[in-house]
């Protein structure tokens, strides 16, 4: 199956300083990506809708200026999370869109797991 | 919007029996999408089955099957002759479009 990789898988950073997730789909070409956040023995949160070569769809909630999407290749989608803060500590979670929309599959990273000091 | 809703926090089986997991969900739409995940410890998002809401045949998968009931809005899964690997977090989930809904998800334990 296509195979999606996030980086790096886990990361603990000093509160105040920024940090950028990678999601990458290796062998396939993702117009769209999603980005989830997910807390401990709780479900999957959609955060955003990653479009290649446009802005971002956010979720109702979630800081735009908070969690940075850019997505500027039909295989790299990037989440920055600016200023983290010990809340923002979590596990984040991309996924890609193989095929057309609305029928393709989705496959999802492992996952990258934020810790904020 | 739509809701998945999925009932049982936390479930047992003992190694090679049967368990059904439940899942309801509100929605308009006629046409849609339905999926299983599961989510191991290592928390990589596992497909497990997907069911197309225009198709009544119910999906199956080897030792998964889901019992997929339209007009009740209910989408079930059964895990048969379950084994030790099956132990992880099973979440529902419902894609309408490109965006895909999860329920709060179920804990599965497997007992040896």
């Known amino acids: 199956g296509a195979v999606v990789s996030q980086h790096p898988s886990w990361v603990i950073c000093k509160s105040g300083t920024s940090v950028k997730i990678e999601c990458r789909s290796l062998?396939?070409?993702?117009?769209?990506m999603f980005w989830y956040r997910q807390f401990p023995k709780q479900s999957l949160m959609l955060m955003a809708t990653s479009n290649e070569g446009s802005k971002a769809t956010y979720e109702q909630g979630v800081e735009k200026d908070k969690f940075l999407i850019n997505h500027a290749s039909l295989t790299l989608s990037t989440l920055t999370v600016t200023s983290a803060h010990p809340e923002d500590s979590s596990f984040y979670i991309c996924?890609?869109?193989?095929?057309?929309?609305?029928?393709?599959?989705?496959?999802f990273g492992e996952g990258s797991r934020l810790t904020v000091l | 919007a739509q809701t998945v809703t999925q009932s049982q926090p936390e479930m047992s089986v003992q190694e090679a029996e049967t368990v059904t997991l439940s899942c309801t969900y509100d929605t308009s739409e006629s046409d849609y999408y339905l999926f299983w995940y599961k989510q191991p410890p290592s928390r990589q998002m596992i497909l497990v089955i997907r069911?197309?809401?225009?198709?009544?045949q119910n999906a199956t998968e080897n030792r998964f099957s889901v019992n997929f009931q339209k007009a009740a809005k209910s989408f079930s899964l059964k895990i048969s002759d379950s084994q030790l690997g099956d132990a992880a977090m099973y979440f529902c989930?419902?894609?309408?479009?490109?965006?895909?809904?999860f329920g709060a998800g179920t804990i599965l334990r497997v007992k040896s």
């Open positions: 062998d396939f070409q993702a117009t769209t």
């Open positions: 989930a419902y894609r309408e479009g490109n965006k895909l809904v």
């Open positions: 996924s890609a869109q193989s095929g057309p929309t609305n029928t393709g599959e989705l496959f």
């Open positions: 069911q197309e809401a225009y198709k009544q």
